[in-house]
């Protein structure tokens, strides 16, 4: 399978611009799909926060298995990453975003209130990769629309700061892809939630991978949308690739079913599920504790 590759022209300089407007702020709000917490986070971009406060958004949290979003979330918090699970779609993300920031941010508030400063500004960034939903949190925050929403990756191309109600001012800032993935797995991840641009991968490619995870993780989701029998799920995945596109009536049009299943899987009509699994152990050392 070929590696999927993103060289994007705006890559370098939206990197020199979010450097420079880290300097402005006091927290970086990270937006990642809630179903990869980890393949959808950008190096890049941690690399770029270094030290300064950050809170983890676990967006979509509506397409992710809550049980997973869940073990996340504890994952995070023994790392000490403060952490949100969040669906912007629906939700209203401003009161708890806003109450996060307030307790990540208590010592700074703490000092400027003895230094006699009573109204004080939070100021935050917003980052993350293409199509985690960063306009779309925007706008909840905001209470209104103000950044565009697209469902392709790359719409967000200025930055822009928004000003919600109780001093909480946030700039936006365009999705920031990586130019390599190390592991090829993330790409295939990226690819099926679509944060990589139509073009750069084959739909056959990221349908397969994506019905063996099924296979492996959510067997029963498969086999309940598709009414296939214990063997049949068992089938090697080119195999159950073949056997759904004769079942759709598109005879060996795979890449007809490949279009197909991945239209399905993007509207959330294969069940929540969560591509990252938190590293194996750490329960163990959770419980330690
Ligand atoms: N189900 C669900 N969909 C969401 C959520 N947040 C965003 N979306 C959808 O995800 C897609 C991408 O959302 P955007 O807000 O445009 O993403 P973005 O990160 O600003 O994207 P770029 O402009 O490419 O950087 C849109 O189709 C949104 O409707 C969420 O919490 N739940």
Redesign the pocket.
Known sequence: MATIQWYPGHMAKAKREIQERLKQVDLVLE?VD?RLPESSRNPMLRELIGDKAHLLLL?????ADPQMTQAWQKYYQREQQPVLA??????QPLRPVLHAAKQILAPKIAAQQQKGVLKTTIRAMCI????????????RLAGKNI???????????KQNWLKTKDDFEVL?????LWPKFEDPTVGQKLALT??IKEGLYHEDDITLFALGFYQKQYPQILQQTYQLTAAQLDLPAVELLLLLTKQAGFRDDYDRMAAKFLLYFRK?KLGRITLDLPPVGWEATVADD
């Open positions: 937006v809630a967006n979509k949290a509506d397409l969040l669906d912007s779609q629906h939700g993350g990769i293409p199509n985690s939903g960063k306009s779309t949190f925007l706008n950044a565009p929403i697209g469902n392709r990756p790359g719409v967000t191309r936006d800032t365009p999705g920031v679509g944060a959330g």
